[in-house]
């Protein structure tokens, strides 16, 4: 008996099934592209911030997705064991239930950090707080990152989403004339999580000064300049190009203290003209967001970028007192960055093998990448899909509380 030959159109198939093959990106990733410091140099990065229709620029609404519904005030005092649901709306409506200090009536709704009494008495409860929220601002020169400001200039929190509930704080801090994606977060802690120099989170910047870097300029930021406020060194430094004696260069930094990489370049003789961040942790600048625009990032990238600050716990938002008087409230808050002169503690560099001086770049390194892709792909993809839905991003126009 003759045996069979293994190019039957079935064994052919079982083979092809056998190979491995290529994965390809999601159409996440395939529409989330990160600026790269080739697209600043070639000027691709201004023509397309003007050449973008204000549909695309505009996506969405000025609002915020809809948060989760706070739980009834009756529910959660009968959660507490004060009696069932019906006594407690009976309670409620014999006045003798109060929320922040005014009277509660039936059916209102509590909310993490709401100080509740009954009888005159406080009452302790456990409401869980909201989730962190978390967007990407791209923001333009010009523009400072500080709720006031003695000489009024345009400042970013103008420009993002209302908060119903708590406040924004910023991911660090980008100087007036410095343009870039700046990371905010209702979240005090996530906010501290990302700043803190223990977790080295790189922050990546397209840089152009006036001259070129010579070999011994470039291993001297590599190997660290002493600046007023410290040491200070670059994790990596890559050409860019340019034209004339603007000089362009990719660098990376573990730590963001006050105008930083501006002073470590002054130190060594270059005056920087321009200067852009692109990244941020796993975080980068996507095409497509434009200057004054923001995203919002949806859960799953929010996760990621907590992972990426060594935390898995769920952080609580930034809450201010709940009290009406307080709601007018506008002291001067900080981004939680250092002054000049103060001390401020110091990234250890992660070790890793030190790039050539002056070696050209190949896209994004891959320590900015997760498992799965750069972090905010999925929100910014689907925010490209339904624009004009419930909105997770969009321009800057109703002032944030």
């Keep these: 008996m003759t045996p069979k030959t293994h190019d039957t159109p079935s064994a052919a198939s079982g083979a092809d099934e056998s190979r491995p093959r290529k994965v390809k990106p999601t159409p996440a ?29 505009d996506l969405g609404k ?17 959660q507490a064991g004060m009696g069932s649901r019906l006594e407690m709306e009976k309670l409620i409506a014999e006045g003798r239930v109060a929320v922040n200090n005014e009277p509660a009536h039936v059916g209102q709704r509590v909310q993490y950090g709401d100080q509740i009494k009954v009888n005159g008495k406080p009452i302790r409860i456990r409401i869980d707080p909201p989730p962190a929220r978390v967007i990407a601002y791209h923001k333009p020169a010009g523009e400072i990152v500080s709720h006031d400001d003695p000489q009024n200039r345009p400042s970013v929190f103008r420009k993002l989403p209302r908060l119903m509930n708590g406040k924004w704080q910023s991911v ?3 100087d007036l004339n410095t343009e870039g994606l700046l990371l ?21 910047y397209a840089v152009r000064v006036l001259g070129a ?17 410290g040491p200070a060194q670059f994790g ?75 935390t898995t716990a769920r952080p609580r938002p930034v809450t201010e007192p709940a009290a009406r008087t307080n709601r007018n409230d506008r002291r001067p808050r900080t981004g939680g960055q250092g002054r000049a002169g103060t001390a401020v503690p110091r990234a250890k560099p992660a070790p ?36 004009g839905g419930t909105s997770r991003g969009g321009r800057g126009g109703s002032r944030s509380r």
């Design 29 to 57: 990733q395939a529409a989330y592209k990160p600026i790269e410091l080739s697209d600043v140099v070639s000027g691709q990065f201004d023509e397309d911030e003007e050449a973008l229709p204000v549909a695309e620029a």
């Design 62 to 78: 000025r609002v915020l997705a809809p948060e989760v519904d706070s739980p009834k005030l009756h529910k959660v005092l009968a």
């Design 172 to 174: 660090g801090r980008l």
């Design 184 to 204: 905010f977060t209702s979240s005090g802690e996530l906010a501290n999580q990302l700043m803190h120099p223990r977790f080295g989170l790189e922050r990546e």
């Design 213 to 229: 870097l010579s070999k011994d300029e470039k291993q001297k930021l590599l190997d660290g300049v002493m600046l007023d406020d």
């Design 236 to 310: 990596s430094i890559e050409d860019g190009g340019g034209e004339g004696s603007n000089c362009w260069y990719r660098v990376t930094i573990s730590e963001g203290r006050n105008r930083e990489v501006r002073r470590m370049m002054e130190s060594v003789g270059h005056a920087v003209s321009r200067l852009i961040r692109i990244r941020y942790g796993a975080m980068v600048l996507p095409h497509g967001l434009r200057r004054g625009a923001w995203l919002e990032l949806d859960e799953a990238d929010i996760r990621a970028l907590m992972r990426a600050a060594g």
């Design 352 to 387: 890793k093998p030190n790039r050539v001086p002056g070696a050209a770049g190949e896209g994004q390194p891959e320590s900015a990448k997760t498992s799965t892709g750069y972090i905010g792909a999925e929100s910014f993809n689907r925010l490209k899909k339904n624009p």
